[in-house]
């Protein structure tokens, strides 16, 4: 079992959708949890992190549920620009190899 | 506002040819890191760095050797070229951990 496990995707949405990922992590150790965002054929960027409080950013929101070790992203109202790979990030702690990504959840937006 | 940039973008090996990948930030991050992508395994550790002139292995270094003389260079060698290792290699910085991690271009590479 991967440390880290994604929905397969792809999610075929319409514009204007609302649309979830979920992301499960299996090591309870993890300190810190984030959201990049992935164009195709281009690097990683930071969407957002994710907090135990959970957070919103815009249209995007975040939630983490430690007993269950499980991170989700909500998109409402999207965007055609939403289409990508979104990839959950899980840091096990305070060092520095301790990233560990999900192989990601792909997201086309359909007209 | 360069970031971090990997050269070069696009190399084709025979195999058992030998090749670098330099990574350069210049955000003056401590730490380093080179990953590789493969479809549907996500990014992978290869090595990483926490300062100038340190190097550890991460989940797979088998193949890979780097170097980081200056605290703003990442330098990933292939000393022997396989197939195997036809990937996508990103590299990334962070100013501290857990952070952003900034990532590079890519660098998409063919081992024939």
């Known amino acids: 079992r991967k440390e880290v496990e994604q929905d397969p995707g792809p999610f075929n949405v319409p514009e204007g959708a609302t649309v979830a990922f979920n992301c499960t992590y299996s090591n309870s150790a993890s300190q810190s949890f984030f959201w990049y965002r992935q164009d195709c054929r281009k690097e990683p960027k930071l969407l957002m992190s994710v907090y135990s409080s959970g957070n919103e950013d815009g249209r995007f929101t975040a939630q983490l549920n430690r007993a269950s070790q499980y991170i989700s992203l909500l998109i409402r109202d999207s965007k055609l620009s939403d289409s990508a790979t979104y990839l959950c990030?899980?840091?096990?702690?305070?060092?520095?190899?301790?990233?560990?990504f999900g192989p990601g959840t792909r997201l086309s937006v359909l007209p | 506002n360069a970031g971090v940039t990997q050269t070069p973008k696009f190399r084709v090996l025979k195999t058992g040819q030998s090749m670098t990948l330099l990574c350069a930030q210049d955000?003056?991050?401590?730490?380093m890191y080179w990953y590789r992508q493969d479809p549907g395994m996500g990014l992978r550790l290869i090595h990483y760095?926490?300062?100038?002139?340190?190097?550890a292995k991460g989940e797979v270094p088998d193949g890979y050797n780097v170097s980081r003389l200056k605290k703003q260079n990442f330098l990933l060698g292939l000393e022997s070229a396989a197939p195997s290792q036809t990937s996508v290699y990103f590299c990334a910085s962070a100013k501290g951990v857990p952070g952003e991690l900034f990532f590079g271009e890519g660098s998409r590479l063919t081992v024939l």
């Open positions: 955000m003056n991050h401590e730490y």
């Open positions: 990030v899980v840091n096990r702690g305070n060092y520095g190899q301790n990233f560990v």
């Open positions: 760095s926490v300062g100038e002139g340190t190097t």
